[in-house]
């Protein structure tokens, strides 16, 4: 940021957090200027994973942060602000800490807990989520076709999974597999080194490059009954999580956004043309101030959405009936409009760069291509739409 020039945050929502929150998130920016920012690109260019940063970023002591006490609007700040820096990093985060992690602690048995909650928070081992299949996205509620058998003390998965976060380097994946005896969704702990399991990694990813994204295969392979998660009985446990990453994906488009402002009006000072900065243009200056609205008018409804989920663990923390909560419509609602405005703000910044704006070496080709990322996944634009076109008409379009 310029010397003297306001933050993107032009509103101050940070300030909405505790000292010690805002001292925290602090932290968090000194370890990424200093450990990620210098490296990111580098990274993504050779789409590569920096294995080598994660005992420094365990090190923050931030795996779910609400489960350590912190407020939502904390954890969505935190996840911001790794979008901000790397969108790979914090998508890293997300699937390993608000999935995997995340799974542990709200379905995981004690024996399952004693045996990897600590290690996985101290990120000594690493997860993955697995559940997207080749043939199945947006319906894999109703079509999931990864079948898990019981035959005595274990289960017998076959199937395939595609675009699995982590999957190429990770020690477990929550699997989810469809039990052949009732077809109810079933959640396992699988070891990611059991025979039987064939992790591909995807190439040629316009977006995202430094995660590791794997297509897996599943060949009779036998997991231990101990190693089913007890607390999963149905889909409707699996969008318990989802609806939670929703949420923390439209952060990220907040942090995209972020740096997307935060490189565009640093280069609109620097670069001069006409013998003067590009800043003191009319039009450059209505696009920055566009970026800076989008940012801002995602930022105050990701901090509302936040301010939902408080109440709604108040509520539960005391046992009490509460009518708040953000519920999946206005997670979806949350998702794809603030990733939409994200796309406009991201196409801005790189028109402000022109020819610069298309390689890497200049920060903001990076920022437009993780976004199309963004856009996608949790949902899609489209569908989150659909989702909370569902819950304002009563009527629902998705077949």
């Known amino acids: 940021m310029e010397s003297g020039l306001p933050s993107a945050d032009f509103y101050g929502f940070e300030s909405l957090l505790s000292d010690a929150e805002q001292a925290k998130l ?4 000194d370890f990424l200027a200093k450990e990620v920012i210098p490296y990111a690109t580098d990274w993504w260019n050779r789409a590569e994973f920096p294995l080598e940063v994660l005992p420094k970023l365990a090190a923050l002591n931030l795996s779910t942060p609400v489960q350590q006490g912190y407020s939502h609007l904390f954890s969505g700040m935190v996840i911001a602000e790794l979008t901000r820096a790397d969108t ?7 699937v390993h800490h608000d999935l995997f992690v995340e799974a542990l602690h709200q379905f995981g048995t004690e024996d399952q807990k004693s045996r990897l909650l600590q290690d996985a928070m101290d990120l000594t081992i690493t997860g993955a989520f697995a559940l997207t299949e080749p043939q199945h996205g947006s319906d894999v509620a109703g079509g999931m076709a990864t079948t898990a058998t019981r035959d005595g003390d274990t289960w017998v998965l076959n199937g395939a999974k595609r675009w699995i976060g982590n999957g190429t380097f990770c020690n477990y994946m ?11 969704v079933r959640g396992f702990i699988l070891d990611a080194n059991l025979p039987g399991v064939t992790r591909t990694v995807i190439e040629n990813k ?5 995660v590791q994204n794997a297509d897996i295969v599943l060949e009779n392979v036998r997991v ?10 149905s889909f409707n446990d699996t969008k318990q999580l989802l609806r939670g990453s929703r949420i923390l994906v439209g952060w990220q488009a ?6 997307a402002f935060d490189a565009a009006r640093a280069y609109a000072v620097e670069r001069h043309q006409f013998g003067r900065p590009i800043a003191s243009f009319q039009l450059v200056q209505e696009q920055l ?4 609205g989008n940012t801002t008018a995602s930022l105050g409804m990701m ?3 936040a301010q939902l989920q408080e109440a709604e663990h108040l509520a539960r923390h005391e046992g009490t009936n509460s009518d708040g909560g953000a519920d999946m419509a206005q997670a979806a609602l949350a998702k794809s409009y603030t990733s939409s405005l994200m796309r406009e703000t991201v196409a801005l910044g790189r028109s402000i760069f022109g020819g610069n704006g298309i390689v890497t070496e200049f920060g903001m080709a990076k920022i437009f291509a993780d976004a199309e990322a963004i856009y996608t996944y949790e949902g899609s634009y489209e569908i989150n739409s659909l989702i909370a076109g569902r819950a304002i008409t009563g009527v629902s379009a998705i077949l």
């Open 26 to 29: 602090q932290d968090v920016r």
């Open 88 to 94: 790979s990093l914090a998508t890293f985060f997300m």
């Open 174 to 184: 929550l699997m989810w597999a469809r039990d052949t005896d009732d077809g109810a």
């Open 206 to 210: 316009i977006a995202l490059r430094t």
């Open 224 to 233: 231990s009954e101990a190693d089913r998660f007890a607390g999963i009985g």
């Open 254 to 259: 907040v942090g995209q956004q972020l740096a």
């Open 289 to 292: 101030v566009r970026m800076l």
């Open 303 to 305: 901090t509302r959405v």
